[in-house]
Nanobody
Protein backbone atom coordinates (compact mmCIF):
# COMPACT_ATOMS: atom_id res chain seq x y z
CA UNK A 1 0.00 0.00 0.00
CA UNK A 2 0.98 3.57 -0.64
CA UNK A 3 0.12 6.45 1.65
CA UNK A 4 -0.01 10.05 0.50
CA UNK A 5 0.57 12.97 2.81
CA UNK A 6 -0.50 16.36 1.48
CA UNK A 7 0.33 19.79 2.79
CA UNK A 8 -0.27 23.36 1.74
CA UNK A 9 -3.41 25.04 0.56
CA UNK A 10 -5.42 27.65 2.37
CA UNK A 11 -6.96 31.04 1.67
CA UNK A 12 -5.36 33.54 -0.69
CA UNK A 13 -6.44 36.70 -2.46
CA UNK A 14 -6.84 36.78 -6.24
CA UNK A 15 -3.46 37.15 -7.88
CA UNK A 16 -1.71 35.49 -5.00
CA UNK A 17 0.31 32.29 -4.79
CA UNK A 18 0.10 29.03 -2.93
CA UNK A 19 2.08 25.82 -3.00
CA UNK A 20 1.04 22.24 -2.39
CA UNK A 21 3.16 19.21 -1.68
CA UNK A 22 2.40 15.50 -1.53
CA UNK A 23 4.77 12.86 -0.20
CA UNK A 24 4.26 9.21 -1.06
CA UNK A 25 5.37 6.48 1.32
CA UNK A 26 4.87 2.76 1.82
CA UNK A 27 5.51 -0.13 -0.54
CA UNK A 28 6.80 1.65 -3.62
CA UNK A 29 8.80 -0.14 -6.28
CA UNK A 30 8.49 2.56 -8.93
CA UNK A 31 6.24 5.57 -9.33
CA UNK A 32 4.70 5.86 -12.76
CA UNK A 33 3.10 9.27 -12.53
CA UNK A 34 2.24 11.82 -9.86
CA UNK A 35 -0.29 14.56 -10.21
CA UNK A 36 -2.91 16.89 -8.86
CA UNK A 37 -6.64 16.95 -9.48
CA UNK A 38 -9.24 19.35 -8.15
CA UNK A 39 -12.95 19.38 -7.53
CA UNK A 40 -14.98 22.54 -7.08
CA UNK A 41 -18.41 22.48 -5.44
CA UNK A 42 -21.02 21.13 -7.81
CA UNK A 43 -18.44 20.17 -10.43
CA UNK A 44 -16.68 17.00 -11.46
CA UNK A 45 -13.11 16.33 -10.49
CA UNK A 46 -10.69 17.54 -13.13
CA UNK A 47 -7.03 17.10 -13.88
CA UNK A 48 -4.78 19.99 -12.92
CA UNK A 49 -1.31 18.69 -13.75
CA UNK A 50 0.70 15.48 -13.91
CA UNK A 51 4.37 14.62 -14.07
CA UNK A 52 6.02 11.33 -14.98
CA UNK A 53 9.22 9.85 -13.64
CA UNK A 54 10.96 11.24 -16.68
CA UNK A 55 9.58 14.69 -15.85
CA UNK A 56 7.13 14.82 -18.73
CA UNK A 57 4.46 17.26 -17.60
CA UNK A 58 0.87 17.82 -18.59
CA UNK A 59 -1.33 20.74 -17.57
CA UNK A 60 -4.95 21.61 -17.86
CA UNK A 61 -5.39 24.50 -20.27
CA UNK A 62 -6.93 26.57 -17.50
CA UNK A 63 -3.72 26.53 -15.44
CA UNK A 64 -1.02 26.64 -18.12
CA UNK A 65 1.43 29.46 -17.52
CA UNK A 66 0.26 29.91 -13.92
CA UNK A 67 0.86 26.56 -12.22
CA UNK A 68 4.07 24.55 -12.14
CA UNK A 69 4.30 20.90 -11.17
CA UNK A 70 7.57 19.35 -10.09
CA UNK A 71 8.77 16.28 -8.25
CA UNK A 72 11.59 15.03 -6.11
CA UNK A 73 12.16 11.44 -7.17
CA UNK A 74 14.46 10.69 -4.25
CA UNK A 75 11.77 11.78 -1.77
CA UNK A 76 8.76 10.52 -3.81
CA UNK A 77 7.26 13.98 -3.44
CA UNK A 78 5.31 16.07 -5.91
CA UNK A 79 4.83 19.81 -5.69
CA UNK A 80 2.38 22.24 -7.23
CA UNK A 81 3.28 25.91 -7.32
CA UNK A 82 0.22 27.99 -8.04
CA UNK A 83 0.66 31.61 -9.10
CA UNK A 84 -1.75 34.28 -10.30
CA UNK A 85 -4.57 32.47 -8.60
CA UNK A 86 -8.13 33.22 -9.65
CA UNK A 87 -11.42 32.70 -7.80
CA UNK A 88 -12.23 29.91 -10.25
CA UNK A 89 -9.22 27.98 -8.94
CA UNK A 90 -11.10 27.50 -5.68
CA UNK A 91 -11.48 23.76 -5.12
CA UNK A 92 -10.34 20.78 -3.11
CA UNK A 93 -7.02 19.71 -4.56
CA UNK A 94 -6.09 16.04 -4.32
CA UNK A 95 -2.81 14.32 -4.96
CA UNK A 96 -2.84 11.25 -7.22
CA UNK A 97 -0.11 8.66 -7.59
CA UNK A 98 0.14 5.58 -9.78
CA UNK A 99 2.90 3.30 -8.62
CA UNK A 100 4.22 -0.23 -8.87
CA UNK A 101 4.49 -2.08 -5.57
CA UNK A 102 6.63 -4.73 -7.25
CA UNK A 103 7.78 -5.47 -10.80
CA UNK A 104 4.28 -6.47 -11.90
CA UNK A 105 1.55 -4.98 -9.70
CA UNK A 106 0.58 -1.34 -9.70
CA UNK A 107 -2.13 0.70 -8.06
CA UNK A 108 -3.66 4.17 -8.03
CA UNK A 109 -3.74 6.16 -4.81
CA UNK A 110 -5.37 9.40 -3.70
CA UNK A 111 -4.56 11.91 -1.01
CA UNK A 112 -7.17 13.17 1.43
CA UNK A 113 -7.49 16.50 -0.37
CA UNK A 114 -6.64 20.03 0.68
CA UNK A 115 -8.81 23.11 0.30
CA UNK A 116 -7.64 26.01 -1.82
CA UNK A 117 -9.80 29.12 -1.60
CA UNK A 118 -9.15 32.20 -3.72
CA UNK A 119 -11.19 35.13 -2.47
CA UNK A 120 -10.85 38.77 -1.58
Amino acid sequence: QVQLSESGGGLVQPGGSLSLSCAASGTIFRIIVMGWYRQAPGKQRELVATITGGSIVNYADSVKGRFTISRDNAENTVYLQMNSLKPEDTAVYSCNVRAYSDYRNWGEYWGQGTQVTVSS
